[in-house]
Every structure is written in structure tokens, then in C-alpha cells.
């Protein structure tokens, strides 16, 4: 059974930062490319960052380029999103997403709140 589970969010002050934790379960983990997205209330999730099965391959929405850094440990079944100089509009819940052939599997989300 495939699991994802966030951890990591909270409330920051502007400027500052956050690490976000996904640990996987029930599959293969080295065998996937995984990706972290975001919903801010009232707006469509968004793709926020994504990395190869090996930690190469990294690709980041414009809005967080040089701001975030996504990074997998496959040892420990782990992906993380360093996320620094945090701005207001980073505001949202955070999830981690793991894509199969025919299905999309979601993590229950962390939330992250930005404000001073």
C-alpha cells in the first residue's frame, strides 16, 4: 500500500525558512520521480518542484526558483523541500506526489503559513 506523509510545516515569519519531510512507503521509492505541490485556499494546486529518481533532474516553478530546493534521500525513503526567504504567498498546504502509469498518489498535506 502506497503511503506518503508530509511533515514539517508551520507558521513562519517573512524571510524566513521551512523544511518539508515526505516519507514514502509501500513501493520502490528509488524507482519513482517525485514531486511537491501546493493548493493556497481558494486556487488550483500547483506544481512546485520535481526531482529525478537518482536526486538529478530537479525542476522548479519560476515563482520559487533560487528560493527552494528539492532533494531526496533514497536510503531513507525520503524527499524534502528546503524552502527559504518564505514569502506571504507561499501561504498553502503542501503535499508530495508520487505518479503512476493510470494513478496519482497524494500524501494528506502539511501546512504552511507565512506571516508576520
Known amino acids: 500500500q502506497v503511503q506518503l506523509v508530509e511533515s514539517g510545516g508551520g507558521l513562519v515569519q517573512p524571510g524566513g525558512s521551512l523544511r518539508l519531510s515526505c516519507v514514502a512507503s509501500?513501493?520502490?521509492?528509488?524507482?519513482?520521480?517525485m514531486r511537491w505541490y501546493r493548493q493556497a485556499p481558494g486556487k488550483e494546486r500547483e506544481l512546485v518542484a520535481s526531482?529525478?529518481?537518482?536526486?538529478?533532474?530537479?525542476n522548479y516553478a519560476d515563482s520559487v526558483k533560487g528560493r527552494f530546493t528539492i532533494s531526496r534521500d533514497n536510503a531513507k525513503n525520503t524527499m524534502y523541500l528546503q524552502m527559504n526567504s518564505l514569502l506571504p504567498e507561499d501561504t498553502a498546504v503542501y503535499y508530495c506526489n508520487r505518479r503512476s502509469a493510470t494513478y496519482e498518489y497524494w500524501g494528506q498535506g502539511t501546512q504552511v503559513t507565512v506571516s508576520s
Open positions: 509501500g513501493f520502490t521509492f528509488s524507482s519513482y520521480v
Open positions: 526531482i529525478g529518481r537518482t536526486g538529478d533532474g530537479t
